[in-house]
């Protein structure tokens, strides 16, 4: 079974600037999350989407964005970007609802802003 | 608010010791569960145990052990002879009854370096 696919790796924007994440869940998965991860506050919930809908949200300016869409695959966009968004954006997905419950990672998003 | 305090920010030891992992852990929901993470250098995040809080019997898998105690708040974990492999940052993480397994508040971390 594949696991949970992020891209891209890497990424170089510049303040001001938009983008976009993608993340593939483990197929039957149908929840996904997002997380931040920066050297000074450490791991930080941004949301979780199950079933298209928004089930949770962290405590991120409305920059930050998110969508799944109906094959369970999710995006999330921060647009207007500042140097403090840059990060490791994690995404994992998990079999929400079932006995063996837990989150999956993926190698992350490494997003600079310059 | 809920938090999670993983004090020790590195720990360095040398193949064959055993070491243990603190986490202390702060909610005011009486339905909570506690999960520990390992980060390998290469970066994705694995689940190594959820405990809830009304399970408070220690578990033992292979080398690893975690000793759970609501009395004090903590959930802490032991490498038993250690091995280079287990080189990682540690994370122990906390979610509330009604946010689910997905909304987790992490502590910082604890990097380990197993050394030869």
């Known amino acids: 079974k594949a696991g949970v696919t992020q891209t891209p790796r890497y990424l170089i924007k510049t303040r001001g600037q938009q983008v976009t994440l993608s993340c593939s869940p483990i197929?039957?998965?149908?929840?996904v999350s997002w997380y931040q991860q920066t050297p000074g506050q450490g791991l930080q919930f941004l949301f979780e989407y199950f079933s298209e809908t928004q089930r949770n949200k962290g405590n991120f300016p409305g920059r930050f964005s998110g969508r799944q869409f109906s094959n369970s695959r999710s995006e999330m966009n921060v647009s207007t970007l500042e140097l403090g968004d840059s990060a490791l954006y994690l995404c994992?997905?998990?079999?929400?609802?079932?006995?063996?419950?837990?989150?999956?990672f993926g190698s992350g998003t490494q997003l600079s802003v310059l | 608010a809920q938090k999670v305090t993983q004090a020790q920010t590195e720990i360095s030891v040398v193949e064959k010791e055993d070491v243990t992992l603190d986490c202390v852990y702060e909610t005011r929901d009486t339905t909570y569960y506690l999960f520990w993470y390992k980060q390998p250098p290469s970066g994705e995040l694995v689940f190594l145990i959820r405990r809830n809080s009304f399970d408070e019997q220690n578990e033992i898998s292979g080398r690893y052990s975690w000793n759970f105690q609501k009395s004090t708040s903590s959930f802490n974990f032991t490498i038993t002879a250690s091995q280079v492999v287990d080189s990682a940052v540690y994370f122990c993480a906390l979610s509330e009854g009604d946010s689910g397994y997905s909304t987790l508040t992490f502590g910082k971390g604890t990097m380990l370096l197993v050394s030869p």
């Open positions: 994992a997905s998990s079999s929400y609802g079932t006995e063996n419950e837990k989150l999956f």
């Open positions: 197929s039957g998965h149908r929840s």
